[in-house]
């Protein structure tokens, strides 16, 4: 079972996952926490595959936790969220990053080793924690996987992404919301077919598929719009004063194939820092790994993590 549940971050209840000792429980804090910080949509159970095998690696000596995106997964009937409308910087990019670092603040001690790992939009959040917290000298090496390009508007889809969640946002979300009204077979048929077509991902992991139904809710769906649009519209330039700053700490992974990121820009960032720790994917995988490559692309960056603990 994957060991999630919900706590209070900034009022907004939030679904977080953790690997390792009791739940959001640090018993021993000389030990590393690898903190996971997802893509867009943001809910960590998309990512349990690829957090339990970091864990397994490293059974004992670290704990893997995650935490999802405010608003991007429905709580259980006794919490309930804050409205959209009324707490728009609360769900932007710029408050999810404060989100993140209040549950920082919030769960894991003072002292405490961590590793954050981030994937696409994550990388960019890992890196204005670094920015932001200039206090948290307990960082150790963050890792970013498939980090997206220096602006969203570079981006092909994104000429198909942002009428959706702009001008169009209230047809897009009456549209999916009521996909909830059908038979679950034939909700889970449609996601099925939206990921082939968006992915080419053929055999997706039934956590994907279930977890991707939480956007069928109109709730999660427009956190889910807000949040976009902030990225789209102001996410412009790679931080190179940031990346330079934290340049022995930082692992970033690019992938070959990847519509959110030509392989150009893991070229421009090797010229800019031709001593960072930079890679290009080599093994195919999709920017959206968890769809069906949790586990391999968990076992590549639990290898990452292990030389941090043996130092």
């Not at 907004?12 to 000792?21: H, K, N, R, S």
């Not at 059974?59 to 919490?79: D, E, T, Y």
Request: with cysteine.
């Amino acid at each position: 079972d994957v060991p999630l549940g919900f706590a209070y971050v900034q009022k907004a209840p939030t679904q977080v996952i953790c690997y390792g000792d009791k739940w959001l429980c640090v018993e021993d804090p000389s030990r590393p926490v690898v903190l996971v910080i997802p893509g867009n949509p943001g809910s960590i159970e998309f990512y349990s595959e690829f957090m339990r095998e970091i864990y397994e690696a490293h059974r004992g000596q670290l704990l893997v936790w995650g935490v999802s995106h405010a608003g991007h997964v429905a709580p259980p009937k006794s919490m309930e969220l804050p409205n959209v409308e009324d707490n728009p910087t609360l769900y932007s990019c710029d408050g999810q990053i404060g989100h993140k670092l209040c549950f920082i603040q919030q769960f894991i001690p003072s002292g405490t080793p961590i590793v954050l790992v981030g994937h696409s939009i994550g990388c960019h959040m890992v890196l204005e924690i670094l920015k932001r917290a200039p206090d948290l000298k307990r960082q150790e090496k963050p890792s970013c996987c498939f980090r997206p390009s220096k602006s969203l508007e570079e981006c092909p889809r994104v000429s198909i992404i942002s009428p959706l969640v702009t001008y169009l946002r209230p047809v897009t979300v009456a549209t999916l919301s009521a996909i909830r009204v059908l038979p679950r077979a034939m909700q889970m048929f449609l996601v099925r077919l939206y990921i082939f077509m968006a992915t080419s991902c053929s055999s997706p992991h039934t956590t994907s598929l279930s977890e991707a139904t939480n956007y069928f809710k109109p709730e999660c769906l427009m956190a889910c719009f807000v949040f976009t649009r902030d990225i789209i519209e102001n996410v412009k330039e790679r931080d190179n004063d940031t990346i330079a700053r934290h340049l022995d700490k930082l692992t970033v992974y690019y992938g070959r194939n990847d519509h959110w990121s030509p392989v150009e820009y893991h070229n421009d960032l090797r010229r800019r820092f031709p001593s960072a720790d930079v890679r290009l994917c080599e093994r195919g995988f999709r920017h959206a790994f968890v769809l069906d490559k949790g586990a391999e692309v968990g076992r590549m960056v639990s290898d990452w993590i292990a030389p941090l603990l043996k130092s």
